[in-house]
């Protein structure tokens, strides 16, 4: 008799990123219901790492709220350490908001990216946060604005491993796509047969396509 595999560990999903870019909010929004409280006080330095846990699609999700990554990367550090030796799935969100991207969140991106190290740069996606901002601008217009912006080049480094949160919305849909690209509910990308296969196909193709036009307008 095979031995008894005991309880699903579940998956961890820790927020990641500069001050003010919506890690507390997308918690609450994975979650489904007010987790953490968005504390616009956080300053460079402060080291709180916050964790709340719930069912979310049949799975249980613990979700680690951390602090602005400028100057906690010690903590942050460890904390990403210590999630990739637990059991269970792992992903690691570094959340960006959908505004000018500038210098200091270029040095957040490096930081987060410096916690989660080679181990955990494969499960890591980038997060945009602010949806509900873009309006008719879709979030690949977003990325490629700007031909001197350093983010188009940030999120080639993910190979299309990104998603877009509307935070004002909260909208469950949102949050199952993006487990699906991740593939932490039934069906993982590696299965050709699965509605996760798919999506995550589509969302290749579409980053990839609009790649190669973007590159053709830029003289």
């Known amino acids: 008799m095979d031995p008894d595999p005991g309880p699903d560990p579940g998956v961890t999903v820790v927020l990641l990123g500069n001050c003010g870019v919506g890690k507390s909010a997308s918690g609450n929004t994975i979650l489904g219901r007010v987790a953490f409280e968005s504390k616009t006080s956080f300053k460079t330095g402060e080291t709180e790492i916050r964790e709340e846990t719930g069912q979310v699609f049949g799975k249980r999700i613990r979700v680690i ?56 740069f494969s499960r890591c996606f980038l997060l945009f946060t602010g949806g509900d901002a873009l309006k008719n601008t879709s979030v690949y217009d977003f990325i490629y604005q700007d031909s001197q912006s350093p983010l188009p080049g940030v999120v080639r480094r993910f190979s299309g491993r990104f998603h877009l949160f509307n935070n004002e919305d909260g909208g469950r849909e949102q949050v199952r796509e993006l487990l699906l690209k991740a593939g932490l509910l039934h069906g993982s990308p590696g299965n050709t047969g699965s509605r996760a296969a798919r999506l995550w196909k589509k969302s290749q193709f579409k980053h990839t396509a609009f790649i190669a036009l973007k590159e053709q307008r830029i003289p």
């Open 65 to 120: 709220d951390t602090p602005g990554i400028l100057g906690s990367e010690g903590p942050i550090g460890s904390c990403c350490r210590d999630v990739l030796s637990s059991s269970g799935s792992h992903l690691f969100l570094l959340v960006v908001k959908t505004d000018r991207f500038t210098a200091e969140q270029e040095r957040a991106v490096e930081a987060a990216l410096g916690a989660v190290g080679e181990q955990g």
